[in-house]
Each structure stands twice: as C-alpha cells, then as structure tokens.
C-alpha cells in the first residue's frame, strides 16, 4: 500500500535564524503524526543544521537538487554523496524551475534520478505541463517525454523506490491551483502510462501534487483517489500552514 508524503520545498529562502523557527514549530505542530510522512527540502548550506534539528523527530529532509555526476571538476556542484553524509533521504529531481531557468533536460535530470538512486537517496521526479502546452494539447505528450527519459534510462522498476510530483507549470507560485478533479485527471494519466510498464509499480507509486497547495485545499486534493500528498512551496515556509497540509496528508 502507498503511503501520504508531503514535502516542503523551500527553494531559495530561510536563514539561520529563521530555519530554527520554522523547524521548531514544526516539529511541535507534527508531533505524534507518521514518521516520514512530513519532509523538508532545504538549501544545500542549511544540510547539517536542518539534520541536527531534526534527527530523532517524525520529520525527514533532503534537498532540492543534485549533480549527477559522483565526483571531479564540477566548480559549483553537489553529489548525492554528498547529500547522504547528512542523512538526506529524499532529493527533488527535474523541478520546472531547474529546467526553465537552468536548462535541465529530461535526459540529464534522469542522470540525477539515477545518481540519486545509487547513493540510496529517494527522488522526487516532478514533471509537469506549462499553461501553453496544456492549452495546445500538448500535455499528455511533454510529461509522457519526461517520464520516458527516466523509465528508458533506469527502468521501470527503479520507479518503486521513487516519488513522482505532477507540478503544473502555470499553478507553481501562482496562487493559481489546478481543481482536484484536474489534478486527478493527469495523475490517474501518469499511473496508467506506468501501469503499461508494471501495474504493481504504478499501484504503489506515490504520486504528489504541486502548485498553490494551501491549508484550505490541501485535504479536497488529497482526497482525489490518485493524489498521495503534495509537493509544497510558499506554504512550507509558514509554519501553521505547513502543519495543517501535513495533517491533511496523513493516511
Ligand atoms: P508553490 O510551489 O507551492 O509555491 O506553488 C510548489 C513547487 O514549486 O514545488
């Protein structure tokens, strides 16, 4: 049986200071809910405070991007390694942001899906649609060609021990959320296209969804039969609002 995830995905905010609030009325606000089931993806320099915070808590932590190479001359870079010396569990892969601001294409992001992989890191592949593409009926064909760069790189299998996020392009920071039953729509397409593959992989995949997730709609998206929890920007910087989606995305 699948299980609910929420991540928070902080992208490029928080500080020292600020981070210590944050987690500790987190921490707080998901006492007694499942471990695991909440997690924070942090900016890469936060790694080990965040870790010291929240080891022996419900809440685990990762980060929201990774080279795909393990180790060299890469100025700049992070290795999945690197990542599991602070006992990140999961890692965010291929988020629109890495691919329209950093140029990230379906095949490189599949080489991070699999560095990730092999340094025991869970990755959180997001795939997803811009407003373009879906009004010109492009948007089975653009996440069937992101899911298909993974799937034809690591196999279908690899998918058992990795968590999709479906992230609209046009609902990403804005405010704009797709209905449960949109939602629901390409999420029950990207379970079926894996099904094609392997039914029981696709059946215990879980499926997150991304995009203006708040307090107040988390728990009717959540509900959806293919919808397993949610991938969070904006609200998981707020502390309250973070818990309440949480407690929403508890089984
Ligand atoms: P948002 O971001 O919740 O602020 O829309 C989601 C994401 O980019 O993962």
New binding site residues.
């Given amino acids: 049986m699948r299980k609910k995830l929420v991540a928070g ?1 902080w ?1 490029m905010h928080g500080s020292l200071v600020q981070n210590k609030e944050l987690l500790d009325a987190v921490i707080t606000g998901t006492a007694g809910m499942r471990k695991g089931s909440c997690v924070v993806c942090v900016p890469y320099p936060y790694l080990s405070s965040v870790q010291s915070m929240l080891e022996n808590t419900q809440i685990a932590w990762g980060a929201q991007n990774v080279n795909q190479f393990s180790k060299g001359a890469y100025t700049g870079e992070v290795s999945a390694e690197m990542l599991k010396d602070f006992d990140c569990q999961y890692v965010i892969v291929g ?3 890495r691919r329209s601001l950093f140029g990230e294409d379906s095949h490189t992001v599949s080489l991070k899906f699999t560095a990730s992989q092999n340094s025991g890191l869970m990755p959180i592949l997001c795939v997803g649609e811009t407003l373009q593409q879906r009004e010109t009926g492009a948007m089975e064909k653009v996440i069937a060609e992101q899911l298909d760069a993974v799937i034809d790189q690591a196999g279908v299998a690899s998918l058992s021990k990795a968590v999709i ?1 479906y ?1 609209p392009v046009w ?4 405010g704009k959320t797709a209905s449960p039953q949109q939602a629901q729509e390409v999420h029950a397409l990207i379970r079926g296209s894996i099904a094609r593959h392997d039914e029981g992989v696709a059946a215990d995949l879980t499926i997150l969804y ?4 708040k307090a107040n709609n988390a728990a009717e998206l959540f509900a959806m039969p293919d919808i397993d929890g949610g ?5 998981s910087l707020i502390a309250e609002d973070f818990v309440a989606i949480c407690r929403a995305g508890q089984d």
């Fill in positions: 995905n992208k988020h629109s942001e996020a992230e609902a990403i920071g804005t991304g995009g203006s997730v991938l969070i920007g904006g609200a």
